[in-house]
């Protein structure tokens, strides 16, 4: 029984040993003691019997030892939880305050991650604007959904010590992601009232799965700072409300000015400010009788028939003398109350209706609301020629002549209103620049003539959203009976020149130069590949999101010399649309991969997996083709994957 290994380590010889089991009173072993060579002879009976009654006395003294050691860690444990809470709970911003208790539940519980979702009753989700160890993002899911749903539905915790035994958890996020799931522990947070509002989530526990204890501080962490997350909740709608109240304020284009009780002037707009031609400190606080005074003072009669009658004053076209000019106003005057009906003071709109707007109104109507303004503000010779960074938009109708053939003459010019109707909202509401349409055709750009810093993610939002609302049009058509439209879209970033093209009697604001014929030749290829969107990997280097895309080939347009890398952006696509399509994105990379090694074989086996997946892939039919071609007939090793388009 002896192992003579310690010996060897230690240099010590053991020639004996005496050893005995530490009791207590209830005959319970709670250790042992040994020891070794007996200076004198061997150790005896007696010299047993010795150190079991010395033992026996200092069982007493050990397990007391033992309890303050325990009473001592529980107390410092408590403390710190105390401090843990109290730190925490002094935050009042929800995103601050969400980060801490992240960070301190993943310290906590010694684990990896940790998520806290509130529950967001407007939209029945649970969100989070941070998940400890990811980016910083919002996430959103539906509150009855996945773990996280289970726990809030249910109001119970859940302990997953294996996650991919558990047929609840879901691997996609996993598989998205690259992270490995191994343990959970989700309980719910509940509030002074019993009700659950939200969870919080911790996930890998370093060491092993999550123990019955981390779930009882879990859970009396989530319950101390319950308070404080409605609270900072509560705090973040208040400040999102003023923010918003001001934010909508400052952005309109007509005056509001607000007086108090004793009819002061308490606020104005910036839009205030420009209309009246005023500093802040020329109006706020002064007397709307001394204010508005002489050829203005009918202003103030209406503001003063307003605080009698607690009723709207209306005033249209009406003058307002600013400085030496003469203004076409539209004017506004009404109660303020608060929520007990009881009068706070009045409020002032003015909406500037002078010749300047109604011939931007006008304007407006006739070109780009962008090129408009800039043509009010500086005239024709502000829309000078200039280089310009931006993102060309190109899109087709396929078949178009096909639909025209049986509409006719009037059916076509309906169709194309209507059509031209939705895919300009697509683009004016990411602000993108109408520039003109050609047949069928619509060309747009982003960037012109204003730029943005993510005028590629415009345009390729703009484009998603095109083929969504043009998919759920062509629900309407079909159901009543008609063709429906199909389109393909073409994206390119470049420098381009815009400017006013034309001659003395007629001029177009345009854009022209390569980027803008890569963008075209683009559009076009999406009848070769099967595609709805195909972006050159100019734009793809500027995307700043994450969408669905994939690399699709490396091409020499026609007219060109250079290769381009071109990809599809499938981001539009739903689980009907395109089934499995994480999965096949997957198959088609490392296909790719292989065809440009001249792998042939194992090529084509990934755009196998492809087809299976979705046999309506034809990117994956192509590369099929090719490989087969290539098989029979070898490149060279000089072969550099490139394709050489031979039509526009």
């Not at 529980?74 to 403390?79: A, L, N, S, Y």
């Not at 996650?163 to 719910?188: E, H, M, Q, W």
């Not at 910036?270 to 007397?287: H, W």
Request: net charge neutral; charged share 25%.
């Amino acid at each position: 029984r002896f192992n003579r290994s310690i010996d060897e380590q230690t240099g010590f010889t053991t020639r004996n040993i005496l050893c005995v089991p530490i009791k207590t009173v209830k005959g319970e072993v709670i250790g042992v003691a040994q020891t070794l060579n007996k200076r004198t002879g061997k150790f005896t009976k007696q010299d047993l019997s010795l150190l079991e009654a010395m033992t026996s006395q200092g069982t007493l003294a050990l397990q007391s030892a033992q309890f303050i050691e325990r009473m001592q860690a529980i107390r410092r444990q408590e403390m710190e939880f105390i401090d843990v809470v109290s730190e925490v709970t002094a935050d009042i911003k929800l995103g601050s305050l969400l980060q801490k208790v992240m960070g301190e539940a993943t310290r906590l519980l010694n684990a990896e991650r940790s998520t806290l979702f509130l529950n967001d009753e407007k939209t029945s989700e649970l969100w989070s604007e941070v998940g400890q160890g990811l980016e910083s993002v919002q996430i959103r899911l539906p509150n009855h959904l996945g773990i996280a749903g289970a726990v809030f539905s249910s109001g119970k915790a859940i302990n997953i010590p294996y996650a991919y035994a558990d047929l609840r958890f879901n691997p996609a996020f996993d598989k998205k992601t690259g992270y490995f799931t191994r343990s959970i522990l989700c309980v719910p947070i509940v509030n002074k009232h019993g009700k659950v509002i939200g969870v919080t989530q911790v996930l890998n526990k370093r060491g092993g799965p999550f123990t019955g204890e981390d779930e009882s501080r879990l859970r009396a962490f989530t319950a101390q700072i319950s308070i404080a997350l409605e609270n900072a909740k509560l705090f973040a709608d208040v400040q999102n409300m003023k923010n918003y109240n001001e934010a909508m304020l400052e952005s309109m284009s007509n005056a509001v000015i607000t007086l108090d009780e004793a009819e002061k002037i308490a606020t104005c707009n910036a839009a205030g400010l420009r209309i009246l031609r005023v500093s802040p400190a020329q109006i706020l606080q002064k007397p709307a009788a001394e204010f508005f005074a002489g050829n203005n003072a009918w202003i103030h009669e209406k503001l003063k028939r307003v605080g009698e009658t607690q009723t709207t004053e209306l005033a249209m076209e009406a003058e307002l003398i600013v400085g030496e000019d003469k203004l076409s106003v539209n004017l506004t005057a009404l109660p303020l109350l608060s929520a007990e009906k009881k009068r706070l003071g009045s409020m002032l709109m003015l909406e500037d209706i002078s010749s300047e707007k109604r011939m931007r109104s006008t304007m407006s109507r006739l070109m780009d609301p962008g090129i408009a303004d800039q043509m009010l503000a500086g005239g024709v010779d502000a829309l000078g020629g200039k280089n310009v960074m931006a993102t060309v938009l190109f899109s087709d109708i396929r078949g178009f002549t096909t639909i025209t053939e049986q509409l006719g003459a009037q059916g076509t010019v309906a169709l194309l209103n209507e059509y031209f109707t939705l895919m300009v909202d697509c683009i004016q509401r990411e602000e993108g620049m109408l520039d003109k349409f050609i047949g069928d055709a619509i060309m747009a750009a982003f960037g012109i003539p204003v730029g943005h810093d993510d005028d590629a993610d415009r345009s390729v939002r703009t484009s998603i959203a095109m083929i969504r609302e043009l998919w759920t049009w062509n629900k309407q058509r079909v159901s009543e009976g008609k063709l429906p439209v199909d389109i393909g879209i073409g994206l390119n970033t470049d420098n381009v020149v815009s400017g006013t093209i034309g001659s003395k009697k007629r001029m177009d604001y345009t854009i022209i130069g390569d980027g803008v014929n890569l963008a075209a030749r683009l559009e076009s290829a999406c009848k070769q590949y099967g595609a709805h969107i195909l972006i050159s990997e100019f734009t793809y280097k500027q995307l700043r999101g994450t969408y669905y895309s994939r690399e699709l080939d490396l091409v020499v347009v026609k007219g060109k010399t250079k290769p381009v890398a071109i990809y599809e952006i499938l981001d539009y696509h739903t689980d009907d649309s395109y089934p499995q399509m994480t999965d096949a994105l997957r198959h088609f990379r490392s296909g790719l991969m292989k065809y440009r090694q001249q792998k042939w074989k194992d090529a084509k086996s990934e755009f196998g997996e492809v087809l299976a997946l979705n046999d309506h892939d034809k990117a994956a039919k192509i590369y099929i083709e090719r490989c087969d071609h290539f098989l029979a007939n070898s490149p060279g090793e000089d072969w550099d994957g490139v394709w050489v388009m031979e039509t526009k």
